[in-house]
T-cell receptor, first 113, second 111 residues
Framework: EPEVTQTPSHQVTQMGQEVILRCVPI?????FYWYRQILGQKVEFLVS????????KSEIFDDQFSVERPDGSNFTLKIRSTKLEDSAMYFC???????????FGDGTRLSIL | GNSVTQMEGPVTLSEEAFLTINCTYT??????LFWYVQYPGEGLQLLLK?????DKGSNKGFEATYRKETTSFHLEKGSVQVSDSAVYFC??????????FGAGTRLFVKA
């Protein structure tokens, strides 16, 4: 069964540094998403992306965050200047259509020191 | 706004016991409802879904029925196994792009 893959599985970064989290969505999917899960808390929506633009974003997704689909297969989340509170598990997801179930990757654990 | 409330865990059961994890939702319109499962060290996997009232989603012995009158989507399984130990998330999607998750319920199944 096709999968969403995320790299790296664990990223450790100094506070203030930029970090890029990478995702390869399922190949025929058109909608892409990022979520995060702070340890012990809910899974929270960050952003959705369709047709090379952001379709919806949450209040968490401020100017420090950006997303990009640099080629036909990758979907990235960049955090420009990381803060301690950015430490979380970040999940990428994709779906065939906006009203179809989203398929999730295994996540990237981001640790900010 | 839209929200999902599910029972707090952890839930601890013996193997072959009956499982119910309660989930209620608040949403405008007619949401689609989901249960996702997260096994230790893994991502979120779609377990089952229901897209309209009275639909029953089922997979791997788990079931949930979309009850519009009670705004509920409770997860049930007749006989749990040790391998079912995981965190279970109730979720909804309603006319937008994002999926809204409940807080998750951790299930421990003892042999």
């Amino acid at each position: 069964e096709p999968e969403v893959t995320q790299t790296p599985s664990h990223q450790v970064t100094q506070m203030g540094q930029e970090v890029i989290l990478r995702c390869v969505p399922i190949s025929n999917h058109l909608y892409f998403y990022w979520y995060r899960q702070i340890l012990g808390q809910k899974v929270e929506f960050l952003v959705s992306f369709y047709n090379n633009e952001i379709s919806e974003k949450s209040e968490i997704f401020d100017d420090q965050f950006s997303v990009e689909r640099p080629d036909g297969s990758n979907f990235t989340l960049k955090i420009r200047s990381t803060k301690l509170e950015d430490s979380a598990m970040y999940f990428c997801a994709s779906s065939a259509s906006w009203n179809q179930p989203q398929h999730f990757g295994d996540g990237t654990r981001l640790s900010i020191l | 706004g839209n929200s999902v409330t599910q029972m707090e865990g952890p839930v601890t059961l013996s193997e072959e016991a009956f499982l119910t994890i309660n989930c209620t939702y608040t949403a405008t319109g007619y949401p689609s409802l989901f249960w996702y499962v997260q096994y230790p060290g893994e991502g979120l996997q779609l377990l089952l879904k229901a897209t309209k009232a009275d639909d029953k989603g089922s997979n791997k012995g788990f079931e949930a029925t979309y009850r519009k009158e009670t705004t509920s989507f409770h997860l049930e399984k007749g006989s749990v196994q040790v391998s079912d130990s995981a965190v279970y998330f109730c979720a909804l999607s309603s006319g937008g792009f994002k999926t809204i998750f409940g807080a998750g319920t951790r299930l421990f199944v003892k042999a």
